[in-house]
């Protein structure tokens, strides 16, 4: 098979034509990067906001071209709506009534406002998020994700770190995803977890340089056409800080809320601060904080050490008035086992560790239980006379 090239695709699209069938979508400036790994085309189309739905056929348009191109096996093409661009007097169209809809689709409220589009199937997401890199919030999300499967909920978990994806090596997955019907593919799976990650579609050597849209488009790409089935709740697993993906998954999912990882000392909590105010300005209830490498307890001597201090996080989820939900010590085995991918949730399902894991995530869906049983008596009664 020849070598797919930037160049090969950006040709193959200016065949595409533009918005009202003038010029082509490349010449226009509507591409964004073209990123290609293992034989498959990532790219983007910029249209205004309010045109999105009208131009999803310019957007199949181009992907059908793109896997005509010889070497290529697969596209990943996404509308990125781009609301610079809509006009500025564009005309406000009446909301229509709409019966309610089945669960998992986004319903409009009363004030003609879409709500955020779930996802079919699956009940509840939680955002597991930290303020900066190295707190160790990849192995609380797969360890908070078996919790919660292991107190019998079913459960998937989305690896939202395009930059550096970890799932595939902490849970010992490997192969690619297959496409099923339309353009679903088939989630991985292992520990009788649903997973879907970047790491999966590209190689691990791969370096991701992809601006905002990019990330945008495959992150809803990855929450919206996966086949997830049913699902009490899905972990998504973010990457570190505040920026876009955060951003997309706060703005454009239905969170039920967000978990933050910390570690005890000041400089991860002021990071750890900046993650909580970004999803209380976004209106995502902050389900508690995580301190994780809490303390250590040498193994031979049973002596503990607070290496990074101790009840940082506490503190600051008293200060601010939000769940402290658990210490999480340092330990070989939390280590060991992330590297071998066999989590200790299912390696070792009796251990204390294990045990604080089962614990928080008890105390996770607690909370989103309680919100999704008060949202739903505050619902009005509707009488017809």
């Not at 498959?40 to 739905?53: E, G, L, M």
């Not at 779930?118 to 939680?126: E, K, Q, S, Y």
């Not at 209380?280 to 301190?291: A, D, Q, T």
Request: glycine fraction near 10%; aromatic fraction near 4%.
């Amino acid at each position: 098979m020849p070598d797919v090239t930037r160049e090969t695709v950006l040709e193959k699209l200016r065949s595409v034509r533009g918005p009202d069938m003038e010029g082509n979508i490349v010449d226009l400036g509507l591409v964004s990067d073209v990123f290609i790994s293992d034989g498959k085309a990532y790219f983007s189309i910029t249209v205004p906001a309010d045109r999105a739905k009208e131009l999803e056929p310019m957007r199949a348009a181009a992907e059908r071209v793109v896997r005509e191109i010889p070497g290529v096996k697969a596209a990943m093409v996404a509308l990125t709506a781009d609301r610079r661009a809509a006009p500025q007097a564009a005309p406000v169209e009446r909301p229509r009534q709409v019966p309610p809809t089945t669960h998992g689709h986004a319903q409009r409220p009363a004030g003609g406002i879409p709500a955020k589009a779930g996802i079919p199937g699956v009940g509840a997401i939680i955002a597991v998020a930290s303020g900066k890199g190295g707190v160790g919030k990849s192995t609380t999300s797969v360890n908070l994700a078996l919790a919660l499967q292991a107190n019998g909920l079913k459960v998937g978990l989305l690896d939202a770190d395009i930059y550096g994806p970890s799932m595939p090596r902490l849970l010992k997955i490997s192969g690619r995803p297959q496409q099923i019907e339309g353009r679903l593919i088939r989630p991985m799976e292992n520990y009788g977890l649903r997973v879907m990650s970047m790491g999966f579609l590209v190689d691990e050597e791969v370096a991701m340089i992809w601006r905002g849209p990019m990330i945008q488009s495959a992150l809803l790409q990855m929450l919206r056409e996966v086949a997830w089935g049913d699902l009490d709740v899905l972990v998504v697993d973010m990457p570190p800080g505040t920026g876009d993906a955060q951003l997309t998954m706060a703005q454009q999912v239905p969170l039920a809320g967000a978990v933050i990882v910390s570690t005890p000392q000041d400089l991860a909590l002021v990071d750890a601060r900046k993650g909580l105010a970004m999803f209380r300005k976004v209106e995502v209830p902050v389900l508690g904080i995580v301190e994780n490498m809490s303390y250590f307890v040498a193994p031979d001597t049973g002596r503990r050490y607070d290496i990074f201090g101790h009840g940082g996080a506490r503190k600051e989820a008293e200060r601010i008035g939000v769940p402290f939900l658990g210490e999480v010590p340092l330990t070989m085995g939390i280590r060991e086992t992330s590297d071998a991918g066999t989590p200790l949730v299912v390696s070792e399902p009796g251990g204390e560790v294990a045990r604080i894991y089962r614990d928080i995530a008890a105390k996770v869906w607690e909370q989103v239980s309680s919100a999704r049983q008060n949202k739903s008596r505050a619902m009005p009664d509707i009488v017809f006379e």
